[in-house]
């Protein structure tokens, strides 16, 4: 019987891990900050550290770049620093290929667009350093299709949530279980 518990807890455990597994893709935020160089294109150093200024918020980078918030994600703020100014940074983002990318740069009092590109790496110069924010556009704006009455109605971009296959997989699991310890417990009651 401790054998079949231990299995139970096991086929449970591997069936959870679909969860995480079967997520939608997304970037994982993952940011790698390099080439920093100055004017000439010589090598600089740069200071990465936490910042203490507000999160940039996808409203606020709504506002500068003209994409619905519902479509941005923060992938990173930090605060650069060097000794040496204009600097150039290229900023790579794991998991965004293809996808528009936003450098967003706190100027003191506001928020400032810097520049865009697409994914997987955007490059941009500063003339001042300190909060700078990264944004992915995650979705496109949904297209609007006919209806029958005339009206438009949207359509909305599929998502790739797939966990309604990993919780049938662990009903199936813990059902299968179940079915198992009750036969065990009947022949053990019939002995």
């Known amino acids: 019987m401790?054998?079949?518990?231990?299995?139970?807890?096991?086929?449970s455990m591997i069936c959870s891990i679909g969860?995480?597994?079967?997520?939608?893709?997304?970037?994982?935020?993952?940011?790698?900050?390099?080439?920093?160089?100055?004017?000439?294109?010589?090598?600089?150093?740069?200071?990465?550290?936490d910042t203490d200024v507000p999160l940039c918020t996808p409203?606020?980078?709504?506002r500068l770049t003209g994409v619905p918030a519902s479509e941005l994600k923060l992938l990173w703020q930090k605060n650069l620093s060097s000794e040496t100014l204009p600097a150039t940074f290229t900023f790579t983002c794991n998991g965004t290929d293809d996808k528009p990318l936003y450098v967003i740069h706190y100027n003191g009092s506001d928020w400032e667009l810097i520049t865009s590109g697409t994914g997987p790496s955007?490059?941009?110069?500063?003339?001042?350093?300190s909060p700078v924010a990264l944004f992915v556009r995650e979705a496109e704006t949904p297209t609007a299709t006919p209806a029958a009455d005339g009206a438009d109605k949207p359509t909305s971009p599929k998502t790739e949530d797939n966990s309604n296959v990993s919780l049938l997989l662990i009903?199936?699991?813990?059902?299968?279980?179940?079915?198992?310890?009750t036969k065990l417990s009947a022949r053990k009651f019939e002995k």
Request: glycine share 8%.
């Open 19 to 49: 969860f995480a597994v079967l997520a939608a893709g997304s970037p994982d935020g993952v940011v790698d900050v390099s080439g920093g160089k100055d004017a000439d294109g010589n090598s600089i150093e740069v200071t990465i550290e």
């Open 171 to 181: 009903i199936a699991v813990i059902a299968a279980s179940a079915a198992l310890i």
């Open 59 to 62: 409203e606020i980078a709504s």
């Open 122 to 129: 955007v490059t941009a110069t500063f003339t001042d350093l």
């Open 2 to 11: 401790k054998k079949l518990i231990s299995l139970i807890i096991s086929l």
